[in-house]
């Protein structure tokens, strides 16, 4: 069993968030998270459907605590503390606000959203990143939120592999891994 494709998105847009708010390292190199006139820009960036502008400063810094809480989610996951991360989960739905709300436009489709007609993009991303984190946790499915295991990385990720068998949040930290790997059995064996 895998994720749905709703709920991958808002997965996605949970890792997203983390990766590009938080500070930490992220492919061997120190990551500093975003502030100021950059954190707008930066959201714009992670998350598609906010637009430049569309997120003022006060919702940009709401967004940026919410990654740090996101993070703490995943961490908890990757270290198999499983009642820490729905403990944190339960605290951000708790304080988005989060709750189903089914919405359809004309000509539309019908489509589920966990946040309210009138909530900011930040209320709303910060309430379907919540969501989309409890349906993970609230399943058999929460192994697969992780941490990047490579060298120098904090990034988090979903695993949507057949076989749940993601380490890395990139296909560069899997090569720089490997070529480590690589280099010392190959100094080993000199």
Same mark, same amino acid.
């Given at each position: ?26 492919? =061997? ?15 714009? !960036? ?49 304080? !988005? ?5 089914? /919405? ?8 589920? /959203? ?72 190959? =100094?080993?064996?000199?």
């Amino acid at each position: 069993m895998l994720f749905d494709s709703h709920v991958i998105l808002r997965l996605d847009e949970a890792a997203a968030l983390v990766n590009a708010l938080t500070g930490g390292e992220a492919r =061997g190199r120190a990551y500093e998270a975003p502030t100021g006139d950059r954190l707008p820009e930066v959201i714009a !960036t992670a998350l598609p459907f906010v637009r430049p502008g569309g997120a003022d400063s006060a919702q940009a810094v709401y967004l940026a605590r919410t990654a740090q809480q996101l993070r703490l989610a995943f961490a908890a996951v990757a270290s198999g503390r499983l009642d820490d991360a729905v403990d944190t989960v339960n605290a951000l739905l708790l304080a !988005t606000g989060a709750r189903p709300h089914l /919405h359809r436009n004309p000509g539309e489709p019908v489509r589920l /959203h966990f946040h309210g007609a009138e909530d900011s993009p930040a209320a709303s991303a910060a309430a379907s990143c919540a969501t989309g984190l409890a349906l993970a946790l609230g399943s058999d499915l929460s192994g697969r939120l992780g941490v990047c295991q490579a060298a120098r990385c904090d990034r988090v990720y979903v695993d949507t592999s057949r076989n749940a068998g993601r380490q890395f949040c990139s296909t560069a930290c899997q090569s720089r891994t490997k070529a480590a790997a690589f280099r010392a059995r190959r =100094g080993a064996g000199s």
